[in-house]
């Protein structure tokens, strides 16, 4: 059973730099899609980023490009997403998910979902 477990939120201000964790298990890097999303108040889940087999980023918002860095600890079986230039938008709730075989491309395509980890960025 795969499970996930987000961590590394609470409330920052505009301009800071956040490290989200995402302790896994059930899951093997490598052959397990993985992304980060988040939802904000009021509004749909949107995607943060997708990563690749080697937990880079192939793809985000064009917002959010070039303040974002994901990595990962094959050990700990956890992986991180770094946000840097935090904006007052960026306050949701931000959730690892994770896809059996495949790549994730779509927010329709995770088959796991973590609790999430509350982000609020005041200004």
């Known amino acids: 059973q795969v499970q996930l477990q987000e961590s590394g939120g609470g409330l920052f201000q505009a301009g800071d730099s956040l490290i989200l964790s995402c302790a896994t298990s059930?899951?093997?890097?490598?052959?397990?899609?993985l992304a980060w999303f988040r939802q904000a108040p009021g509004k749909e889940r949107e995607v943060v980023a997708y990563l690749g087999w080697n937990g880079g980023i192939t793809n985000s918002p064009d917002s959010m490009k070039g303040r974002l860095t994901t990595f990962r600890d094959t050990a700990k079986r956890t992986v991180y997403l770094q946000m840097n230039s935090l904006k007052p938008e960026d306050t949701a709730v931000y959730y690892c998910?994770?896809?059996?075989?495949?790549?994730?491309?779509?927010?329709?395509?995770?088959?796991?979902w973590g609790q999430g980890t509350q982000v609020t960025v005041s200004s």
């Open positions: 998910a994770a896809r059996k075989e495949f790549l994730i491309f779509r927010p329709d395509e995770p088959e796991f």
């Open positions: 059930g899951l093997t890097f490598g052959s397990h899609g």
